[in-house]
């Protein structure tokens, strides 16, 4: 080796060693400063493929893996707490919780939380007994309605403006925060229908021990779903890198990639 190639070799690496500090420097001034401690999600941990507990006792989930790869990119680590679908919407709305995610848009939350961009489209439906002709022949939710048939639904979610309403003046909803015991209680015939997302309803029905029930053709609500991040912890500036990262990952095609796989195949084909 000449010493002309030697002394070149040498600087090349040294050059490398420079652009890998820069680059490091930069990542560590571009760091927002919500990411200096851990951000808080609140979960229930039962809403199977989006976010659950594995066998292994570890958070995963279609939603989940998503969130924590654009807040790696941020450089931000994140903390998983459980509680109630219910309790998780208060204490985020208290600041004490970060980031919620699964989330439709509407005008009470928008005054409460900064809305990511929309990273997915989710369908509401219903699950029904197989032997309840009536439910079956509906075609509407004032149709359920006017059969005076009791509801289960999750008191924190949003279902549309039709649904909502229904709330304020029907008097047949049966609140529980667990799709698995929602539909424990449609298979005892103590609630008539079981609302909920459609991917949601059809493994909870595949994986579950109580049969005989299935899922209604007709779509209560659709919508797009965000994270949301609690505006008392969360900076817009926040928002807007968290949402580049996403727009990136829409463009690019891999964002698609997180909502195919365990949950999804032979479900609602």
């Known amino acids: ?32 400063p919500e990411c200096k401690n851990n ?18 006792q570890l958070y995963e989930g279609f939603d989940l893996a998503l969130l924590r790869d654009i807040l790696n990119e941020m450089g931000c680590n994140l903390m998983v707490v459980q509680y109630p679908e219910r309790r998780s919407l208060f204490e985020i709305s208290q600041g004490r919780f970060d980031i919620g995610l699964g989330a439709s848009k509407n005008k009470d939350r928008i ?13 509401n439906r219903f ?31 949003w279902y549309g403006e039709e649904l909502e309403g229904a709330k304020a003046d029907y008097n047949n909803f049966i609140f529980s925060d667990s799709i698995t015991k929602r539909l424990k209680m449609l298979y005892y015939a103590r609630v008539d229908i079981v609302v909920d997302d459609e991917l949601v ?33 969360i900076s817009s500036q926040f928002v807007v890198q968290f949402n580049g990262i996403l727009e990136r990952k829409r463009n690019d095609g891999s964002l698609a990639e997180y909502f195919h796989g365990k949950g999804t195949n032979n479900c609602l084909s």
């Open 1 to 32: 080796m000449s010493p002309r190639y030697f002394s070149l070799t040498i600087q090349y690496f040294i050059f490398s060693l420079l652009v890998l500090a820069c680059a490091q420097i930069n990542k560590v001034y571009s760091a927002t």
């Open 39 to 56: 951000l808080v999600l609140s979960t229930t941990s039962n809403w199977f493929p989006y976010i659950y507990k594995s066998e292994n």
């Open 111 to 123: 005054k409460l939380h900064h809305y990511s961009s929309p990273y997915r489209h989710e369908v």
């Open 127 to 157: 699950a029904y007994r197989n032997n309840d002709i009536d439910i079956a022949q509906t075609k509407s939710l004032q149709d359920i309605i006017k059969l005076n048939k009791n509801i289960a639904i999750n008191l924190a979610g």
């Open 201 to 233: 309803l059809c493994n909870e029905l595949e994986r579950s021990i109580y049969k005989g029930m299935t899922i209604h053709p007709q779509i209560l609500y659709d919508t797009s779903i965000h994270f949301i991040f609690n505006k008392k912890n």
